[in-house]
C-alpha cells in the first residue's frame, strides 16, 4: 500500500440507519441526529479527537431546525471543542458527496490534515415556510412545504427553463430516452431485493450505528437497521398508479423515498496517515461536476462522468463498483443506456439504491462514498464510481480507489 503525503484517505465512516418519513427518526432533531453519528465516529478514534481540523456536512434544506450552519451545531453538540470550525454545504441532492469533495480539496491543498465530511437530513421535520408581503397589508402571502421540490421560484428562472417537479422531470427523461414503466418496475425490484440480500448478510449493518431513538412521548428504543426497503414483488409495483401524470410511469414504488439520516466519514491527508500509523479503507480520487437542462436533472450523472473519464483518463471499465443515486428509475436506467451497461451488471448498487434504501438529501453522497468504499475493502476490488443527479439540472461524480 502506497500512501502519498497530499492524498486523501478515508480513515472510517459510520451512519445512522435510514428512517420512513414520519418513521423512527422522525422525533430527531437533524443537528442532534448529525452529532451523535460524530460522537460514535470519534469513539472509535479517540486518538485523533484533538487533531481535527474542521467538520463539513451537507444538507439541502436548512430551512428549520438545520438552520444557521447545522454543521457548527452538530459540531458543537457532539462535544468537539469549540475551537474546531465547521461548514455546511448545499447542492441539494449531492450536498453529501461535495462534502466529501470540498473536504478533500482542503486536505489536498494542505490547508487541512483531518477532517469530518458528511451529511445529514431530516426530511419528516422539514417546516412550512411563508412569504413575506411584497407591499404593506399584503394579504397574498404563500405556504411552502419545505420537504422536497422548489419554493420562492424566480419568475425569470422558470419562464427560461421551467420550474418542474421532480417527478416530472424523471417523466422528462423517461419519455426523451424512451424508458419504458415495465424496466422502471423491474429495476425497482431488483433495488429492493439487493437491500433485503444485504440486510440479511451484513453488508448494510457494517455501516450503521445504532441510535437510541425517542419514537414516542414515553418511548426510546434503539435504531438499527434501514425500515425503508419494502418486501415487495414486480406485480404489487405494477398494480401502483403514476404518481405526477395520469399516463405517466414514474410512481411511488420507481422512486426514491423521503427519509431521515446522517453519515460522517473520517478524511486524513497521507501525511496524517504515515504519522499515525493509519490503515485507511480507501482513496478519494478525482471528481467532477457539470449542469445539464433543469427539465432533465435526471441525466447529471452522464455530463459529469463524461467530464471525470476526460479528467482522469479513466474508461467506465475501470470500475468494479458503480454507485448511482437511484432518484428515481429512470434517470438512472437512462444513464445506464448512455453508458451501454445493463441495469442488471453486478457492479451497479451491489447492495440496493436509493429506491429501496431511501434519500435523505443531504446525507446520501456520503452513504454512497461510504458504501463503496466498504464494498471494495471487503471483495478486494479497484476502483468506484459514485455519482448523482442533481435538482435545477447537475451532476457530481467522484473516484474512490482501494488500497
Known amino acids: 500500500m502506497t500512501i502519498k503525503d497530499d492524498g486523501v484517505y478515508l480513515i472510517d465512516g459510520t451512519r445512522t440507519a435510514i428512517g420512513a418519513y414520519g418513521g423512527s427518526l422522525a422525533l430527531t432533531r437533524p443537528d442532534d441526529m448529525a452529532a451523535s453519528i460524530i460522537r460514535a465516529l470519534l469513539q472509535r478514534h479517540p486518538e485523533s479527537e484533538a487533531d481535527v481540523d474542521e467538520v463539513v456536512l451537507g444538507c439541502a434544506n436548512q430551512a428549520g431546525e438545520d438552520n444557521r450552519n447545522v454543521a457548527r451545531m452538530a459540531a458543537l453538540l457532539s462535544g468537539l471543542d469549540q475551537g474546531v470550525p465547521a461548514i455546511t454545504l448545499n447542492r441539494l441532492c449531492a450536498s453529501g458527496l461535495d462534502a466529501v469533495i470540498y473536504a478533500g480539496a482542503k486536505i489536498k491543498s494542505g490547508l487541512s490534515d ?41 419568475p425569470q428562472l422558470a419562464q427560461r427553463y421551467g420550474s418542474d417537479p421532480l417527478g416530472i422531470t424523471a417523466e422528462n427523461v423517461a419519455q426523451q430516452y424512451r424508458i419504458s414503466r415495465e424496466d422502471q418496475d423491474n429495476f425497482a425490484l431488483a433495488s429492493q431485493q439487493k437491500a433485503w440480500r444485504a440486510i440479511e448478510n451484513g453488508r448494510l449493518a457494517r455501516e450503521i450505528t445504532a441510535l437510541d431513538v425517542q419514537v414516542d412521548r414515553k418511548t426510546r428504543q434503539s ?181
Not at 115 to 143: N, W
Not at 352 to 357: E, T
Request: hydrophobic share 45%; with cysteine.
Open 114 to 154: 483531518l477532517v469530518l465530511a458528511g451529511g445529514v437530513e431530516s426530511m419528516s421535520r422539514a417546516p412550512y415556510v411563508m412569504s413575506k408581503g411584497e407591499t404593506p397589508f399584503d394579504k397574498g402571502i404563500k405556504l411552502f412545504d419545505t420537504t422536497l421540490g422548489w419554493r420562492f421560484v424566480n
Open 223 to 403: 435504531f438499527a437497521q434501514d425500515e425503508f426497503p419494502r418486501q415487495t414483488t414486480l406485480q404489487k409495483l405494477q398494480a401502483l398508479k403514476p404518481a405526477f401524470t395520469p399516463e405517466g410511469s414514474v410512481t411511488a414504488g420507481n422512486a426514491s423515498g423521503i427519509n431521515d439520516g446522517a453519515a460522517v466519514l473520517l478524511l486524513a491527508s497521507g501525511r496524517y496517515v504515515k504519522r499515525k500509523s493509519l490503515q485507511p479503507l480507501a482513496e478519494i480520487g478525482d471528481s467532477a461536476s457539470a449542469g445539464v437542462a433543469p427539465a432533465l436533472m435526471g441525466i447529471g450523472p452522464i455530463a459529469a462522468t463524461e467530464r471525470l473519464l476526460a479528467r482522469t483518463g479513466f474508461t467506465l471499465n475501470d470500475f468494479d463498483v458503480i454507485e448511482i443515486n437511484e432518484a428515481f428509475a429512470a434517470q438512472v436506467l437512462a444513464t445506464l443506456q448512455s453508458w451501454r451497461i445493463d441495469f442488471d451488471d453486478t457492479r451497479v448498487n451491489p447492495n440496493g439504491g436509493a429506491i429501496a434504501l431511501g434519500h435523505p438529501l443531504g446525507m446520501s453522497g456520503a452513504r454512497l462514498v461510504l458504501s463503496s468504499a466498504l464494498e471494495l475493502h471487503t471483495r478486494q476490488l479497484s476502483n468506484a464510481l459514485v455519482t448523482m443527479c442533481v435538482g435545477v439540472g447537475q451532476g457530481v461524480s467522484l473516484v474512490i480507489k482501494a488500497l
